[in-house]
């Protein structure tokens, strides 16, 4: 029984059996799991369940529009077995294939041979065209183009335009770009981004959008019965000799780990030294556990591309983590080679006796081995150190996953008590229980995220639509439209959407006219290259080169029209519907994620020991709004980003200077007729740290106004530009020395420069997409935004904090709720989660909606 028939078959004795690609949803694993199985009594209840919690209506998430149901594990390697170049199949073998996908009871139309003499041979990439497609009453016809987690970097292009790319990227020396052209395979060993979950642009996502979901649902029906049945037929087993290192791996092994070692220890040797030089906002031992960390990462890495270089290519674990059905490079190359580094909060391995981690190893020893580090591989096996340090990591994630449980529990039903009672009207507008209004338009464009496809949650992935209609809708001849008609094709129908009736939101249409800007780019560029003139395009009397011209970025009026009619009659079906409960929905996106997250708090990005809390501790911040949070970090652009150098005089304005910095001595005179204290700046040290404007005047203000030491102005006498002479308050001569004392023991914490409430200031490089470094800003520890913002050489319009009470504070209620939204996806992105933008949106919304 299919898995589309909306339940599973009850098999006898108490046992469920289901289709694999439905465990997702379920979270159902083989494992002894139950289940309760649920009877509806009247015809209406069968009705409800069947709309509501069949199977077919719930393909996609409404966390993102991401698709829940498609292939795993199995499915995913006789895809990958079965589409690669080298399979090949005569008429019967073929024909068995084809009889697998639907019970032998399926109308199939046989492909033409790929190979005609010496005999007829089918090739494994034309059985998965049958798979998509299998007879012409199946009006199906799937076109897209992906890469692979197999596809070379190397034949990735620049170049815009995408027609010129998919060919280009064909050509991949490992078959890694899958290319459907009207439901026929091209190229590409199929794996787990054409056909897994979580993408929005595998094949079952495009069959959803192009057609509806009976064809995606019956397309994974077809693979899934042939899977079980060819990988069955064909084996597909594991076994310790497919983790067995070579002697050459050993090799190269050995003399990786013993390079690494070495580089290590001369680390360790230029820190007993003091040779190290700290990296910017580091303690020696901070940059020193950093170096050897990144040290360690990348000899593991180094490892790793050895090991997955020299497995054969039919290697199982090897073809399990190409086509994505089970494992990473990572976990072979821990089975083959080298275990790595162990962590225990994010660190290496902590001191558990004195000064050491384990009384194995000589005291303060901080190499590799001593710190966790893991030589061998789970093939040779741990020695008792190594064994106990990776116990300590393993016990770590344990403790984490049991905290964590009910720490996202409690946050989940918060978050839906919160939002429960918000629903979309029909005038549009979000409204609670009481009928007020939280958002006019929900996400500010009245759509629906389940029916999402682009990237960053646009309605349309137009990239992928217009090479629909491209193929679906080829040209004739070769009369294409200049780049005045279609711009002016393309005003015509947007003047037709009013916003106010029903059209397509201003957004929308900036995204279509960005898109066909960019064709019209590429046409005007493509003529250019073949030299031919721009305004004569479609010409009755074509060249060779105007045939080329329009075959590679022409488009013909009737392909526009078609084009822009799908986008805005499939812009108009996405438009969430009136009594949608986004409310629950929206909780339920964000509290979902929350239970895969970790608890640990990352680096930030570049800066080696500023920490910054992330993961669940953070979310929960955000939605209590706390006043007092772990990590406040305020990020400053500067005026001149470019200029490092620039960076460092704002910094010095930022960060907060002690008089115990700046003092060469503060002394207690007892000689004269009333004791003093005498403080002598030290103003070599000032002017080489370039603190500008610290003087004796400066600092005697600055004494004046810090609060624990109540001095007045005649207490506090400047002798000269670097000496002050200060008067204890008290005129009790018995406690004279107490107060001295007291006195000499404060003075050092008197902020004589900088904002008080900030910790310290790191400039901190921006690096671009090819690892360059674009510009500097910096990274502020502490509060106080205003003062940051007020602060000379910052950028105010850019700077932003992640405090979000005091952005209420200082900027007001619609900065706080942007940075509501901006906090929550950047948590989530950096746990590599992607949420719509429009649930966070309407959980800042109903934050920050009522005037308190």
């Not at 490992?174 to 052209?181: A, E, I, K, L």
């Not at 741990?382 to 049991?402: I, Q, Y």
């Not at 960019?518 to 250019?528: E, G, P, V, Y």
Request: a positive charge; hydrophobic letters at 35%; aromatic letters at 6%.
């Amino acid at each position: 029984m299919s898995i589309m028939s909306h339940r599973a078959r009850i098999m006898p004795w108490r046992t469920l059996r289901f289709n694999e690609s439905v465990c997702n949803p379920y979270n159902a694993d083989f494992d002894g799991d139950e289940m309760n199985l649920h009877v509806p009594q009247t015809e209406e209840a069968r009705t409800e369940a069947l709309m509501l919690m069949g199977v077919q209506n719930n393909l996609c998430t409404p966390k993102n529009g991401e698709i829940l149901v498609a292939s795993t594990q199995d499915f995913l390697t006789s895809s990958f077995l079965i589409t690669r170049k080298d399979s090949f199949y005569d008429r019967s073998s073929f024909t068995l294939l084809c009889s697998y996908l639907g019970d032998a009871m399926e109308n199939i139309d046989l492909p033409t041979p790929a190979l005609i003499k010496p005999i007829e041979l089918w090739t494994g990439k034309q059985l998965f065209s049958v798979l998509v497609r299998p007879n012409a009453f199946t009006k199906v016809y799937l076109n897209l183009g992906v890469r692979e987690k197999i596809c070379t970097k190397k034949c990735a292009l620049t170049v815009e335009d995408k027609t010129s790319e998919a060919v280009h990227d064909a050509m991949c020396p490992n078959d890694g770009f899958v290319y459907f052209r009207n439901s026929e395979l091209l190229s590409g060993q199929v794996g787990k981004k054409t056909l897994g979950n979580g993408n929005n642009e595998g094949m079952f996502s495009v069959l959803i959008r192009d057609y509806n979901s009976h064809a995606a649902a019956s397309c994974m029906n077809r693979l899934a019965k042939f899977s079980a049945r060819f990988i069955g037929n064909h084996g597909f087993s594991i076994g310790v000799d497919d983790v067995q290192p070579g002697e050459s791996l050993n090799e190269k092994k050995g003399k990786t780990i013993g390079e690494g070692y070495q580089e290590c220890h001369e680390l360790i040797a230029q820190y007993s030294k003091g040779a190290l030089k700290p990296q910017p906002g580091c303690s020696r031992a901070q940059t020193l556990e950093a170096r050897i960390s990144g040290v360690l990462n990348k000899l593991r890495d180094t490892a790793g591309d050895h090991c997955m270089s020299t497995l054969h290519w039919r290697n199982s674990p090897l073809i399990m983590s190409q086509c994505g059905s089970k494992g990473s490079p990572i976990n072979i190359s821990q089975m083959v080679v080298c275990v790595g580094q162990q962590s225990v909060g994010g660190r290496r391995a902590p001191n558990g006796f004195i000064d050491r981690t384990l009384p194995h190893f000589p005291i303060n020893s901080k190499t590799p081995a001593a710190k966790g580090f893991v030589a061998n591989s789970f093939y040779t096996g741990l020695t008792a150190t190594e064994f106990f340090f990776h116990t300590m990591g393993g016990r770590e994630g344990l403790v984490d996953t049991a905290v964590k449980t009910a720490e996202t529990g409690y946050m989940s039903r918060r978050l839906m008590k919160g939002l429960e009672d918000l629903s979309v009207f029909y005038d549009q507008t979000v409204r609670n229980a009481s009928g007020g209004i939280v958002q006019f338009v929900y996400g500010d464009d009245g759509m629906d995220p389940v029916k999402m496809e682009g990237k960053g949650g646009n309605p349309l992935n137009l990239d992928q639509l217009f090479m629909k209609v491209m193929a679906t809708c080829p040209q004739r001849g070769h009369e294409t439209l200049s780049p005045e008609a279609i711009s002016q094709m393309l005003n015509d129908k947007l003047s037709e959407q009013d916003p106010s009736a029903g059209g397509c939101s201003d957004r929308f249409k900036e995204l279509l006219t960005k898109f066909v800007g960019n064709r019209i780019k590429m046409l005007r560029n493509t003529r250019r290259a073949l030299h031919l003139d721009e305004d004569h395009v479609g010409r009755k009397d074509s060249s060779i080169e105007e045939c080329v011209a329009a075959n590679i970025s022409g488009i013909a009026a009737k392909q526009l029209q078609v084009f822009l009619d799908t986008c805005l009659s499939r812009y108009h079906s996405k438009i969430i519907e009136a009594g949608a409960s986004i409310g629950a929905i929206g909780a339920q996106s964000i509290g979902e994620p929350g239970t895969q997250m970790t608890l640990k708090t990352f680096h930030f990005a570049g800066v080696a020991s500023m920490n910054v809390t992330l993961g669940v501790p953070r979310i929960k911040e955000i939605i209590n709004a706390a006043k007092k949070i772990s990590t406040p970090i305020i990020t400053a652009e500067l005026l001149s980003g470019q200029d490092e150098s620039f960076g460092v005089k704002v910094k010095r304005c930022i960060e907060k200077v002690v008089l115990g910095e700046v003092a060469a001595a503060i002394k207690i005179v007892l000689k004269s007729s009333q004791p003093n204290l005498v403080v002598k700046l030290d103003m070599q040290r000032i002017e080489a740290q370039g603190y500008e404007g610290i003087n004796a005047d400066s600092v005697q203000l600055s004494i004046i106004n810090y609060p624990k030491l109540k001095l007045k102005s005649q207490h506090v006498r400047v002798i000269d530009e670097a000496k002050l002479r200060i008067y204890p308050d008290g005129t009790d001569r018995s406690k004279l020395q107490f107060e001295l004392h007291n006195l000499k023991s404060m003075l050092p914490k008197v902020i004589v420069k900088g904002i008080p409430t900030v910790e310290r200031a790191v400039v901190n490089p921006v690096k671009g997409r090819d690892k360059t470094i674009e510009r500097y800003n910096l990274l502020v520890e502490g509060t106080n935004l205003l003062a940051v913002l007020g602060a000379p050489g910052v950028d105010a319009m850019k700077t932003k904090s992640n405090h979000i009470m005091e952005v209420n504070q200082t900027l007001g209620i619609e900065a706080a709720r942007r940075s509501i939204i901006d906090e929550i996806q950047y948590t989530f992105e950096s746990n590599n989660m992607i949420i719509d933008l429009r649930h966070m949106m309407l959980l800042a919304d109903l934050m920050t909606y009522k005037v308190q």
